[in-house]
């Protein structure tokens, strides 16, 4: 089928003046109405999903034998805090999973600036909410910290040697 009129780029450039290892400008031009934009977009899904990163990949809750159970004490069920875990950003330093831990027995809410960690790993935000403790509760966890890209899905990230007990989860790198 013939596209009568369809502009397509003529020109590939890049400006040499700006271009460093991590910063560059670069032209595609011209495009039909409204391509630009879908091009960049798919571009910077691309770029951003090849960016390494780090994320819990499996969690251990004490008295939680599987996702879906309540925990005694706490307003959250398991689903829910592993759910907020997916959403605290990490700096892993070295390529070595890491185990990491959090352990509160004091009402009221957690946050992941209470997580404890070696110095491999950084706490990007620490005001991530996770969960709320009431009067007489008390919330342990481990989890396990992997570096990575993109989305790792749980069935992915589940390994052997982890433990009875850990429950794998999704991840986003």
């Known amino acids: ?27 595609a031009q011209p495009f039909e109405r409204g391509f630009g934009t879908t091009i960049g977009n798919a571009l910077r899904r691309v770029l951003l999903s090849s960016i390494e990163g780090a994320a819990v990949t499996a969690v251990k809750i004490e008295g939680v034998l599987h996702e879906f159970q309540s925990i005694p004490g706490v307003v959250e069920d398991a689903t829910d805090i592993i759910l907020n875990l997916k959403q605290i950003p990490f700096k892993l330093s070295g390529d070595a999973p890491k ?14 600036g209470m997580i404890e960690a070696d110095a491999d790993v950084e706490v990007l935000d620490k005001d991530v909410y996770i969960a709320t403790i009431s009067e007489g509760g008390k ?4 989890m396990r910290l992997k570096r990575g890209r993109g989305y790792v899905s749980a069935d992915k990230n589940f390994e052997y040697d982890l433990g009875i007990g850990f429950i794998p989860i999704d991840s986003v790198h």
């Open 99 to 112: 185990a990491i831990y959090l352990r509160s027995d004091q009402p009221g809410v957690v946050t992941s």
């Open 1 to 27: 089928m013939l596209w009568k009129g369809f502009q397509k780029p003529k020109r590939l450039a890049v400006d040499t003046s700006t271009l460093t290892d991590k910063y560059g400008i670069f032209w």
């Open 139 to 142: 919330l342990d966890m481990e």
